[in-house]
């Protein structure tokens, strides 16, 4: 469910500006990335989203495979009737072959009508069932869809919810830092082909986040 979200000094409500426009010693730098993917309180609640959301997955799978199951049931119960009806006029066609001999050619036309009349029987009996299975399968496939776009829906949301919160706490986070080392900007370092020594304040502002209950492993910088 994690998804690397690229962002920019600007979703941040970072000020950008040329670095020839601002006096050296006020410029500090951020990697915004790097914050962003290891604020340990989106972390923790991350990984509390998958836990809870684990359930309802499991759940989706499970009716996923009661589908294939039931799609199974309906193509043997469809099979099953055909088969009886062709044993039927398999059994009527050797009984015909059989007493062929000796019957008078409007007995065997008789039988021979009933063979086919059978056999259009079978048609018509195995088609009725297809569309009614066919019919049962695809309200249960529309359901089950529904049930997956409303469970994407609920996590899509949450998981916006949880980078909205985070990306408030980096920029309130680097803000304070900024006003209380006197750094009148604060700039992307993925916007910046140089960044002077001891200006970068992406472990400073890590450090100053929010800490969960629980810490969590750094994605690599």
């Known amino acids: 469910m994690k998804k690397a979200v690229k962002l920019t000094a600007l979703s ?13 010693e006020n410029i500090a730098f951020l990697n915004v990335d790097y914050a962003f993917a290891n604020n340990p309180t989106r972390q923790a609640e991350l990984k509390k989203m ?3 959301f684990k359930a309802p997955v499991d759940k ?7 589908l294939q199951d039931k799609k199974a049931s309906f193509e043997k119960e469809i099979d099953d009737k055909a088969k009886a009806i ?16 000796k019957l008078r050619q409007a007995d065997i036309k ?11 029987k079978r048609q018509g009996e195995v088609q009725k069932l297809v569309s009614q299975r066919d019919a049962d399968f695809k309200k249960l496939v529309e359901e089950h869809q529904k049930n997956v776009a409303k469970f994407q829906a609920d996590a899509q949301q949450r998981e916006r919810e949880i980078n909205q919160k985070a990306l408030i706490e980096i920029q309130k986070t680097a803000t304070d830092i900024a006003k209380a080392k006197n ?8 916007t910046v082909v140089y960044t002077v020594e001891g200006k970068d304040i992406t472990e400073d502002v890590l450090k100053a986040l929010p800490q969960p209950a629980t810490s969590t492993t750094k994605q690599a910088k």
Request: hydrophobic share 40%.
């Open 60 to 66: 989706l799978k499970a009716d996923e495979k009661v």
């Open 86 to 101: 062709d044993k039927e006029i398999e059994s009527k066609v050797k009984s015909l072959e059989k007493d062929a001999p």
């Open 50 to 52: 998958d836990e809870e």
């Open 12 to 24: 941040l409500g970072l000020a950008l500006a040329s670095s020839f426009a601002m006096a050296e």
């Open 183 to 190: 750094f009148s900007i604060v700039l992307d370092e993925k």
């Open 110 to 120: 008789k039988r021979q009508d009933e063979i086919s009349a059978l056999a259009k």
